[in-house]
């Protein structure tokens, strides 16, 4: 064999080797892309996202866009081509796979996670917004979850309110792990609860609660920092009455990061006139009881599938403004906000079509 036929069949032969290794062999890393983006002041599959009942409502115009991202499961096994592709994709972005799945969280456990998330950012989304509305809002400290296995277990329940810690009132969920950890590994804590039935029930009944537990539990010792300290094994939360009733529906979505936009839709649907003056307005963000806003992940996926649905703004946390001015798609400008007012009065100004001075990120 001529010895020029021979090389290029060498070649020929590696290279088919290289694409068949790129094909079969495993790599650490998951992708990211735009997902859906879907209007809070509009319909999905059919029926409103928003929905109030108990109070005054008006039409909404315009657009209140919440933004998404896919990602690929859990135990999805990317190749090597498939992540050359994603890198070298504009729409797409390659990450190592912790960074979606630490510790090894199944996709189980991260669709549990991100269901919880989504649920309290839409608790904190009503409690931000009704705030700025001035309509007050009854908010108590319970517990939120409890570790299996945890001293805490078949004591505290799920929805148990809170009232004090060692006779100390209990004011923030912040107040639990303070008070908890003010004592030795080993040493008992007394937790002053309402059960979480009685919440409910005096919740139903109009009333309040008159039922109320001492529970003693002995701490242990934490395993999850280099400083040992006391734990019982419960996350506290908070759990709100509202004085009419905000429904979210908005199915296979999770994570906390239509905070923000859930607010403003709730605001807008409040209050008389659109509060978009007519504008296409996207964003993401998440948002706490006092309006403050959060950063996310996947920034430059929702700026790209916010765009091609057809935004003009988007609202941008001001953490995650670094990041998307770097690869901003034509047409959209992002505005940077930290509270909620932050991006209130940036809609003011293109409803008045003042633009001039909106905070835009990179500025």
């Known amino acids: 064999m001529p010895r020029r036929t021979a090389t290029m069949l060498a070649s020929t032969l590696m290279l088919i080797a290289l694409l068949c290794a790129g094909v079969f062999i495993p790599v650490p890393y998951a992708e990211m892309s735009p997902g859906p983006t879907v209007n809070t002041l509009g319909d999905h599959d059919g029926e409103p996202v928003l929905q109030i009942s108990g109070r005054k409502t008006y039409a909404a115009g315009g657009h209140l866009n919440m933004t998404t ?43 549990q996670e991100n269901a919880e998330e989504f649920s309290q950012s839409q608790e904190s989304a009503k409690v931000a917004a009704l705030k700025e509305l001035d309509v007050p809002v009854k908010s108590w400290v319970i517990v939120s979850t409890v570790v299996k296995g945890s001293p805490a277990e078949d004591k505290l329940h799920a929805g148990d309110v809170i009232k004090a810690v060692d006779g100390t009132a209990v004011k923030e969920p912040a107040d639990v792990a303070k008070l908890v950890t003010r004592h030795k590994p080993g040493q008992d804590v007394r937790f002053t609860i309402v059960p979480a039935q009685e919440q409910l029930a005096a919740e139903k009944e109009k009333r309040t609660p008159t039922k109320t537990q001492d529970i003693t539990i002995t701490t242990t010792t934490s395993d999850d920092t280099a400083e040992k300290r006391a734990i019982v094994g419960i996350s506290a939360g908070t759990d709100h009455t509202f004085p009419f009733t905000v429904d979210i529906k908005l199915a296979d979505v999770g994570g906390p990061s239509a905070g923000l936009m859930f607010a403003l839709g709730i605001y807008d649907k409040l209050t008389p006139g659109d509060l978009t003056g007519g504008k296409f307005v996207a964003g993401t963000g998440t948002i706490d009881d006092a309006g403050k806003v959060g950063p996310i992940g996947g920034i430059e996926m929702k700026t790209v599938g916010a ?57």
Not at 80 to 99: M, Q, S
Not at 317 to 344: M, R, S
């Open 69 to 111: 991202v896919r990602v690929t499961s859990a135990d999805y096994r990317m190749n090597l081509v498939e992540a050359v592709y994603g890198w070298l994709a504009h729409d797409n972005k390659v990450v190592p796979r912790e960074t979606l799945y630490p510790d090894g969280k199944t996709e189980e456990q991260s669709t």
């Open 307 to 363: 765009r091609a649905k057809g935004a003009q703004y988007f609202l941008t946390p001001a953490d995650n403004c670094a990041a998307a001015v770097k690869d901003t798609p034509e047409g959209l400008t992002l505005i940077k906000v930290d509270t909620i007012q932050d991006a209130l009065g940036a809609l003011k100004d293109l409803r008045s079509g003042d633009t001039a001075d909106l905070p835009k990120c990179g500025k």
